[in-house]
């Protein structure tokens, strides 16, 4: 892929950041509700946008042969890392335009990348065309009633929420992004409910189950399984 990707050049530092919400540590929400949606399972599991290969650790504990792909060789640099453990393989590519066959995996994981990867409905349109009839489909991402261009966190933890909310071009300076974190840097995309919801339908899948986070007051996360039809 041609081009600098927008984690390149930060994929150490993501890498420390993102440490306390959790996914390495195995024990947080985010990993919880992937396993809780995602399950046990064999065969090929792909992560669409798999960064530093946060989840791999969990992905094969669960009995998955993971395949991660990313857009970016520096986040591609720190999965491998945790490739060999997990038994990892590892593709640089788009996850919106994958270089796989039609009913090559058994499962796709979307893991945070709502914010990242643009348009959010060729990426679910790609997962659903390369899952076997079946398999299942896991989206995790923050809640985009809660984050998005229309929320201004509060310093007592309170939302106030503003217009916005429909806006879908990618914001590279809101009063919501903190300027030590990563959208400061790499910007974010925002994918109203019904959009997202709208897009597994559209692709043919058949949504099963959804969680809300409920660690977080509001929640902070949504997930999503949804599984092609047999
Ligand atoms: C917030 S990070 C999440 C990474 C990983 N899933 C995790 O939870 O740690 C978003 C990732 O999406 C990747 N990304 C963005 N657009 C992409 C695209 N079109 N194709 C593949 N990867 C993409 C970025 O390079 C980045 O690694």
């Known amino acids: 892929m041609p081009g600098k990707a927008a984690y390149d050049g930060l994929a150490d530092w993501y890498d420390e950041w993102a440490k306390p919400q959790g996914a390495v540590r195995n024990d947080d929400e985010a990993s919880r509700l992937v396993r809780e949606l995602l399950g046990r399972g064999r065969g090929r ?12 650790e969990l992905f094969h504990e669960l009995g998955w042969s993971v395949v991660g792909i990313d857009e970016s060789e520096d986040q591609l640099r720190v999965a491998r890392r945790r490739a060999s453990e997990a038994r990892a393989e590892l593709v640089h590519g788009d996850a919106t335009a994958l270089p796989f066959d039609g009913e090559s995996f058994d499962a796709v994981a979307a893991v945070l990348v709502s914010t990242d990867v643009e348009p959010f409905e060729a990426l679910v349109g790609e997962a659903a065309r390369v899952l076997k009839r079946g398999g299942p489909f896991v989206h995790l991402g923050v809640h985009p009633c809660f984050h998005g261009p229309h929320s201004l966190f509060q310093e007592d933890g309170r939302r106030l929420v503003g217009p916005g909310y429909r806006e879908r071009s990618r914001q590279v300076d809101l009063p919501a992004f903190r300027p030590e974190g990563i959208r400061a840097r790499v910007g974010a995309v925002h994918v109203p409910l019904d959009d997202l919801l709208n897009a597994l339908l559209e692709a043919g899948l058949r949504i099963v189950r959804v969680e809300e986070g409920r660690e977080a007051e509001p929640p902070w996360l949504l997930a999503v399984r949804a599984e092609k039809p047999d």
């Open 45 to 56: 599991l792909l992560d669409q946008g798999c960064g530093g290969g946060r989840f791999f």
